[in-house]
């Protein structure tokens, strides 16, 4: 029997850890090292990072399933909804995925489930940004995106390099609608590479993927 039951307490734990903000994370590390704030290495905030990431992922795994069942079913819009061949699509490419507004929606619910929602809220933001045409209100997003994903310690802060950060606080001197390119083309890169292959592993995909094609099937077997 797994010891992941309800109400267990290593359970608890690594979703209360889970759930704490980056910054809450790193100050044990700091502590148990003896650096001052002030003096934080590069490499501590990343390991924060990372071990927020594991337990998210420690979270979604097959055999918690059960145990958390309202939430790993992710709710994936309505499944009666989205076209068998809009769903097939989804594991064709992750443009397909993007493409799509249910797709987008699935793999959104699915990224909450691992603590990581913030790498895709901010490639939307992005998207949204490059409609932009007052120059006025151009500059104020930029601020406004910088400042909740972008900036050391923000919010919802994506897991991007120092280099990238400070060449994007750089083009908010100038803002345009390319000032965020770079920042949005790693995060994607980490989304397509790290997140999408899991989530078209997971049983709620696995399970509207058959579903889909089931649904398919029955419409040709009428034709």
């Known amino acids: 029997m797994s010891c992941w039951m309800p109400g267990c307490p290593a359970l608890t734990m690594c979703r209360g850890l889970a759930a704490l903000p980056i910054t809450c994370l790193e100050r044990p590390m700091v502590q148990r090292s003896h650096i001052s704030p002030s003096s934080l290495p ?27 069942a309202s939430s790993s079913k992710l709710q994936l819009g309505s ?8 769903v097939l699509e989804w594991r064709e490419s992750f443009d397909q995925l993007l493409k799509s507004k249910s797709g987008v929606n699935a793999f959104h619910t699915f990224l909450k489930t691992e603590f990581s929602e913030e790498n895709l809220d901010f490639w939307l933001a992005c998207e949204d940004f490059k409609k932009t045409r007052s120059k ?44 965020f390119n ?19 592993k997971s ?5 509207m993927s058959r579903q889909a094609a089931s649904r398919g099937a029955s419409k040709r077997s009428h034709t």
Do not use: W
């Open 136 to 179: 006025t209100k151009l500059a104020s997003k930029a601020n406004r995106i910088f400042e909740e994903f972008v900036q050391s310690e923000a919010p919802r802060e994506v897991n991007i390099d120092h280099e990238t950060r400070e060449i994007t606080r750089k083009n908010l001197s100038g803002a345009t609608s390319a000032c």
């Open 79 to 86: 499944r009666r909804r989205d076209s068998s061949r809009d």
């Open 42 to 68: 590069p490499s501590l905030p990343s390991r924060a990072k990372d071990l927020k990431t594991r337990l998210g992922i420690l979270l979604h795994k097959p055999e918690l399933g059960h145990k958390t």
């Open 182 to 200: 770079e920042a949005q083309a790693k995060t994607r890169t980490l989304m397509e590479k790290d997140s999408y292959p899991r989530f078209l």
């Open 203 to 207: 049983a709620s995909y696995q399970d």
